[in-house]
């Protein structure tokens, strides 16, 4: 069984910056998919980036150039650094990934952009 905490959310300006880490507890091993998802208030989750064991990352097309996923070191699932923010970047940013065959989520962590 692993838990998943993301962390790294806050309010920023247009312009900012800010980096997402999902940190999970017990082991990896079986690690094949990691992605981040996103919901605005309103809308229904979507699917930001992600990166499948193996093969290139995968970005929807409004974060292309401006957020990047990554694979974490340790304990820390995956990471994303988000560039260049804009205001419908606000929303609720979840870990998901793919462990030994099993999915799993985090609770989710809050990203506001407003000037």
């Known amino acids: 069984q692993v838990q998943l905490v993301e962390s790294g959310g806050g309010l920023v300006e247009p312009g900012e910056s800010l980096t997402l880490s999902c940190a999970a507890s017990g082991s990896l091993f079986g690690l094949a998919y990691v992605a981040w998802y996103r919901q605005a208030p309103g809308n229904q989750r979507e699917l930001v980036a992600r990166i499948f064991s193996g093969r290139d990352a995968e970005y929807v097309d409004s974060v292309k150039g401006r957020f990047m996923i990554s694979r974490g070191h340790g304990n820390v699932a995956t990471i994303l650094r988000m560039y260049l923010l804009r205001p419908e970047d606000t929303g609720t940013y979840y870990c998901?990934?793919?462990?030994?065959?099993?999915?799993?989520w985090g609770q989710g962590t809050l990203v506001t952009v407003s000037s």
């Open positions: 998901n990934i793919h462990n030994s065959g099993t999915a799993y």
